[in-house]
């Protein structure tokens, strides 16, 4: 088993837990339910049940701050858009490689965790120390919405094929269940 470094940014976890997939039967309309039965049969990680069942996007642009001709919409939204691009170039050309939304996200290293926890998590939540045999490593940079959609499309193809995409990654590896929590770090 392998050792990595996992944000737990819903402060969720606990020593000696096994994390599997959930699978949720609670879903209505039925028809989606059924929608997601057909595409995740084996269920969600908490990644997939933030992102892709409870995640409500408003795509509603406003004008930035720092450069009022280019509109923006919330990073919430942001997220939710990436994640379901990538899913569909991964579902579309790397049906092999582990779903976004059946995966734990981790760090090799515990520094690459503090680093995650202090820009996108101001802090919140803890670092713990996990154990996992199944891993994809990719490079978290590329997980954007930047350029054109054939940039786009590039981007999300270098990242599923575990390639850098630039001069400075930064890995993040996903785990498929089982995941064994070790231990909170300090």
């Not at 795509?59 to 930035?64: D, M, P, T």
Request: aromatic fraction near 14%; charge should be positive; charged fraction near 25%.
């Amino acid at each position: 088993m392998s050792i990595f470094y996992h944000v737990d940014r819903n402060m969720s976890l606990k020593q000696g837990q096994k994390i599997e997939l959930v699978h949720y039967n609670d879903i209505k309309p039925e028809k989606l339910q059924k929608h997601i039965d057909k595409l995740f049969p084996q269920g969600f990680s908490d990644h997939g049940e933030r992102y892709f069942l409870s995640n409500e996007i408003e795509v509603k642009f406003e004008k930035s701050r720092t450069n009022p001709n280019i509109l923006e919409t919330n990073s919430n939204s942001k997220n939710a858009i990436i994640e379901i691009l990538f899913e569909y170039v991964r579902r579309s050309h790397f049906f092999n490689k582990p779903s976004r939304f059946q995966s734990l996200h981790a760090f090799h290293s515990l520094d690459n965790a503090k680093y995650f926890m202090k820009k996108f998590s101001n802090s919140d939540g803890y670092i713990w120390k996990i154990e996992c045999n199944n891993t994809f490593k990719a490079n978290m940079n590329l997980l954007k919405l930047e350029g054109s959609l054939l940039v786009l499309s590039f981007i999300a193809h270098e990242y599923w094929l575990g390639l850098p995409g630039g001069p400075n990654p930064f890995w993040e590896f996903l785990l498929s269940p089982p995941i064994k929590v070790l231990m909170r770090i300090d």
